[in-house]
């Protein structure tokens, strides 16, 4: 009699955008029990593992090619309002859920969750996180996402932050589990390549003027006819046209149409993975990037040009060894990163990151073993916050129970020809309005 197959692990992943899809659902491939963390986020060894993607309808839903491009498969992928997720949610059968979502998206899904799965014997553990550095709005981040099993600190410095936070508000801070980064990996720097190359990293809303960003631009290209030898690569987030986290107004490749970039200067897109490949200098603002080039022991740069300021969030990279200007990278400069500010963050240089997410996958694995799991409860209430929980609740069509208000979105069927072709045409007049619209009224104010 031939050995019976074990049951996969069935993951559902909640994304909101690119960004959030792809620490979704690279984080639901590194904490699915099972398989080592080494071949879990291999696409072509998710054994074990059945992956459930949920898009979250909005302005910021991404592209075919922006899923793509994370490498992760899909064995389901549909977009949904909120109020459809929550009856799907109620019908499937899921042993994991990730939340990868803004705060108020998780804040309202947990409320929803514990109405739709009240009186049920099994319910999915409830995973939620940050998708990377986490700079601001800490306490109001971190409540709206508080109820879910597991809270997911990407490195032993917000471990630490995350429990003060909880265990300053009463809270149960036993949800929060120190991982890291879902998407660092890659071959370790090895030397200079031919060319020499320089990568810009570039951010969707940092910074967000049309000045700063023609000054970044404008250094970028002086630095590539500074260096002729060199390689000189602007890593953007998007295409044209596609939506991103965060909506661009003044996008880079519009920008650097006015200007006149010497041969060795270049747009590339794709991932940051395969850009890293060829990278010998990464530079950026406080992009991501940046911890996955220092992952990778590749020379990386947090540039000073425009301040040390938390709404940049440069800030996040003092004592990191890697702050610079503009003017000391055109004279040659090479940072050298602080080892132990790396380690802190969860970028883990020394082959410790193969077992970053083994107590993750061991708290789960408890999880999905335990008779049955108590119900939701976020620390947000209406009780606790009649304020503020409402309005949190309302945005995605939720009354104060949980419960779809009156009027919500339809949910019972799939949005026909006609819906789909106004939502996309409703999203592009989005986009045109911050991008073009926008920033025209601003300068007219400024007369």
Same mark, same amino acid.
């Given at each position: 009699?031939?050995?019976?197959?074990?049951?996969?692990?069935?993951?559902?992943?909640?994304?909101?955008?690119?960004?959030?899809? &792809?620490?979704?659902?690279?984080?639901?491939?590194?904490?699915?029990?099972?398989?080592?963390?080494?071949?879990?986020?291999?696409?072509?060894?998710?054994?074990?593992?059945?992956?459930?993607?949920?898009?979250?309808?909005?302005?910021?839903?991404?592209?075919?090619?922006?899923?793509?491009?994370?490498?992760?498969?899909?064995?389901?992928?549909?977009?949904?309002?909120?109020?459809? !997720?929550?009856?799907?949610?109620?019908?499937? #059968?899921?042993?994991?859920?990730?939340?990868?979502?803004?705060?108020?998206?998780?804040?309202?899904?947990?409320?929803?969750?514990?109405?739709?799965?009240?009186?049920?014997?099994?319910?999915?553990?409830?995973?939620?996180?940050?998708?990377?550095?986490?700079?601001? &709005?800490?306490?109001?981040?971190?409540?709206?996402?508080?109820?879910?099993?597991?809270?997911?600190?990407?490195?032993? =410095?917000?471990?630490?932050?995350?429990?003060?936070?909880?265990?300053?508000?009463?809270?149960?801070?036993?949800?929060?589990?120190?991982?890291?980064?879902?998407?660092?990996?890659?071959?370790?720097?090895?030397?200079?390549?031919?060319?020499?190359?320089?990568?810009?990293?570039?951010?969707?809303?940092?910074?967000?003027?049309?000045?700063?960003?023609?000054?970044?631009?404008?250094?970028?290209?002086?630095?590539?006819?500074?260096?002729?030898?060199?390689?000189?690569?602007?890593?953007?987030?998007?295409?044209?046209?596609?939506?991103?986290?965060?909506? #661009?107004?003044?996008?880079? =490749? &519009?920008?650097?149409?006015?200007?006149?970039? *010497?041969?060795?200067?270049?747009?590339?897109?794709?991932?940051?993975?395969?850009?890293?490949?060829?990278?010998?200098?990464?530079?950026?603002?406080?992009?991501?990037?940046?911890?996955?080039?220092?992952?990778?022991?590749?020379?990386?740069?947090?540039?000073?040009?425009?301040?040390?300021?938390?709404?940049?969030?440069?800030?996040?990279?003092?004592?990191?060894?890697?702050?610079?200007?503009?003017?000391?990278?055109?004279?040659?400069?090479?940072?050298?990163?602080?080892?132990?500010?790396?380690?802190?963050?969860?970028?883990?240089?020394?082959?410790?990151?193969?077992?970053? !997410?083994?107590?993750?996958?061991?708290?789960?694995?408890?999880?999905?073993?335990?008779?049955?799991?108590?119900?939701?409860? *976020?620390?947000?209430?209406?009780?606790?916050?009649?304020?503020?929980?409402?309005?949190?609740?309302?945005?995605?069509?939720?009354?104060?129970?949980?419960?779809?208000?009156?009027?919500?979105?339809?949910?019972?069927?799939?949005?026909?020809?006609?819906?789909?072709?106004?939502?996309?045409?409703?999203?592009?007049?989005?986009?045109?309005?911050?991008?073009?619209?926008? *920033?025209?009224?601003?300068?007219?104010? #400024?007369?």
């Amino acid at each position: 009699m031939p050995p019976s197959t074990p049951k996969p692990t069935r993951i559902a992943v909640l994304a909101d955008s690119d960004t959030r899809w &792809k620490w979704g659902a690279l984080t639901a491939a590194r904490i699915a029990p099972g398989p080592s963390m080494e071949t879990a986020a291999r696409e072509d060894a998710q054994v074990g593992l059945e992956l459930s993607g949920f898009l979250l309808r909005g302005r910021a839903t991404p592209t075919a090619r922006q899923l793509a491009e994370v490498g992760v498969r899909a064995d389901s992928l549909r977009e949904v309002t909120a109020v459809e !997720f929550l009856r799907a949610m109620a019908e499937e #059968e899921y042993d994991v859920l990730v939340l990868a979502l803004v705060g108020g998206g998780v804040q309202a899904m947990l409320h929803g969750l514990r109405r739709v799965w009240e009186g049920r014997e099994r319910r999915p553990a409830v995973v939620t996180g940050y998708v990377g550095v986490v700079y601001e &709005k800490l306490a109001d981040g971190l409540l709206l996402r508080h109820g879910a099993d597991l809270v997911l600190a990407n490195s032993r =410095q917000d471990a630490e932050r995350f429990r003060a936070v909880y265990e300053g508000v009463g809270a149960d801070a036993s949800s929060v589990t120190e991982v890291a980064l879902p998407f660092l990996g890659g071959a370790a720097y090895e030397g200079e390549h031919d060319p020499y190359t320089v990568v810009f990293a570039v951010q969707p809303s940092v910074p967000d003027s049309r000045r700063d960003r023609i000054y970044l631009l404008d250094r970028l290209i002086r630095h590539a006819r500074l260096h002729p030898e060199r390689e000189v690569l602007l890593k953007l987030r998007s295409k044209p046209g596609e939506h991103t986290t965060h909506i #661009e107004e003044q996008p880079y =490749q &519009k920008l650097v149409q006015r200007l006149d970039p *010497p041969a060795n200067f270049r747009l590339v897109y794709g991932n940051m993975g395969e850009v890293l490949d060829r990278t010998d200098l990464l530079v950026t603002i406080s992009s991501t990037a940046a911890l996955e080039s220092l992952h990778r022991r590749i020379p990386t740069v947090v540039l000073t040009d425009l301040g040390i300021r938390e709404v940049l969030g440069n800030h996040h990279f003092v004592g990191s060894g890697c702050l610079a200007s503009w003017d000391q990278l055109d004279a040659g400069h090479r940072p050298a990163a602080d080892e132990e500010w790396v380690a802190r963050q969860g970028v883990a240089t020394d082959g410790s990151y193969e077992t970053a !997410f083994d107590m993750a996958r061991e708290r789960i694995a408890k999880l999905l073993a335990a008779p049955e799991l108590p119900p939701l409860a *976020p620390y947000y209430t209406p009780a606790t916050a009649p304020g503020y929980l409402p309005g949190i609740l309302a945005r995605h069509h939720l009354g104060p129970d949980g419960s779809p208000l009156p009027g919500a979105p339809a949910h019972d069927r799939e949005p026909g020809p006609v819906r789909q072709i106004v939502r996309r045409a409703a999203r592009g007049a989005y986009r045109h309005g911050v991008q073009r619209v926008a *920033p025209v009224i601003r300068r007219m104010g #400024e007369l």
